[in-house]
């Protein structure tokens, strides 16, 4: 019986979701699956597709060349820097992202890490476990939002969604962007180390890749100051980790919370030392509700794309152009 299913690579975790939708609508070659993943490859080089099903694996641009006929990778998550995107947008290649089903989530994380930070709330719960509060009460935080102003380094829809949430808390806001945008009512900082110098929180939630490495670098945090507090739930590359170290050693900065590292899962020593340091692991996203949503629209734009349509969510540097269809 013949069939006219299309042929999928899919490279990373076998997840419930991907793989019974991906096998559902595709005949799925499975690379998580087998012991030799080279090889593998080698020999299913006709595939027009790949699913990726976890932004720690790599695709670079060498190997969506070792398939001639690849239109299209559709990745879990809603960064795509795992991703060689130049390679794709020169190739023909369509890149799929899973954005907007994770925004309240990351947005909901953003502001626990922050209130951890802030309020010291993980400590004090290590106190208490310790049965310190025997003996004494916690002591009091030095800080509280009560009189911050919270800086949006990026804002994007989950920056948007951070910001609503602290408006409701009550806490003012700005943000800095390459360009200011026209659909937001907060104040815009065209200089990022001028709003660094006027806030005293810096909540970091932009894209990974070249642009943005260390975006955050020793000159942003000085200007952040020595009761500036940074929040990363964005890329650990966008700070640079060794300049924060130094920066909290020297108490140059008072404290930082992050869900996002350099070389994750490798958290630096130095970090784990600190007290005024909460650390996240990267759990942005990471309820199983809002996961399996993901995964599932992973699956939905190569449903899209096996039935000839355009993808749900391609990524702005390779849109959906006819000559992907067919």
Same mark, same amino acid.
């Given at each position: ?7 999928? #690579? ?45 932004? !720690? ?16 990778? @559709? ?9 060689? %995107? ?47 509060? #025997? ?17 949006? %380094? ?19 806001? %700005?943000?800095?962007? !390459?360009?200011?945008?026209? +659909? ?6 065209? @200089? ?9 929180? /810096? ?17 942003? #945090?000085?200007?952040?100051?020595? +009761? ?15 300049? /924060? ?7 140059? $900065?008072?404290?930082?919370? /992050? ?12 970090? $784990? ?13 990471? @309820? ?8 599932? /629209?992973?699956? +939905? ?26």
């Amino acid at each position: 019986m013949t069939t006219d299913k299309r042929e999928v #690579l899919l490279i990373g975790p076998l997840k419930p979701v991907v793989v019974k939708g991906l096998d559902a609508i595709c005949t799925v070659h499975k690379v998580a699956a087998v012991q030799d993943p080279d090889a593998f490859i080698a020999a299913h080089s006709n595939v027009r597709a790949i699913a990726c099903s976890d932004t !720690r694996e790599l695709i670079p641009g060498s190997l969506m060349a070792r398939l001639p006929n690849l239109e299209l990778v @559709s990745s879990f998550g809603v960064g795509y820097d795992h991703m060689d %995107v130049k390679w794709a947008a020169a190739h023909n290649v369509v890149l799929t992202n899973t954005p907007d089903v994770l925004t309240e989530e990351v947005a909901d994380t953003a502001l626990g890490l922050l209130l951890c930070t802030v309020r010291e709330f993980p400590q004090a719960e290590r106190y208490l476990r310790a049965g310190k509060w #025997l003996e004494r009460n916690y002591p009091l935080t030095k800080a509280t939002l009560r009189n911050r102003t919270v800086g949006m %380094v990026g804002m994007g829809a989950i920056g948007q969604a951070i910001a609503r949430r602290l408006a409701a808390f009550g806490v003012p806001v %700005v943000y800095h962007t !390459r360009k200011p945008r026209r +659909d937001v009512s907060y104040l815009y900082c065209p @200089s990022l180390i001028e709003m660094a110098r006027a806030v005293d929180v /810096l909540m970091v939630i932009v894209p990974g890749g070249a642009a943005t490495a260390n975006l955050i670098n020793a000159e942003v #945090l000085a200007a952040l100051g020595p +009761d500036g507090i940074l929040i990363n739930m964005a890329r650990g590359s966008v700070v640079d980790e060794p300049a /924060l170290i130094k920066a909290l050693q020297d108490k140059r $900065i008072m404290a930082a919370g /992050l869900d996002v590292f350099a070389k994750e899962p490798d958290v630096p020593r130095e970090l $784990i030392a600190m007290d005024n340091v909460v650390l996240f692991p990267h759990l942005g996203s990471a @309820s199983v509700y809002t996961r399996e949503k993901m995964d599932q /629209l992973m699956v +939905d734009n190569i449903a899209a794309w096996a039935a000839g349509k355009p993808p749900l969510t391609p990524v702005a540097e390779t849109p959906w152009r006819t000559w992907n269809k067919g």
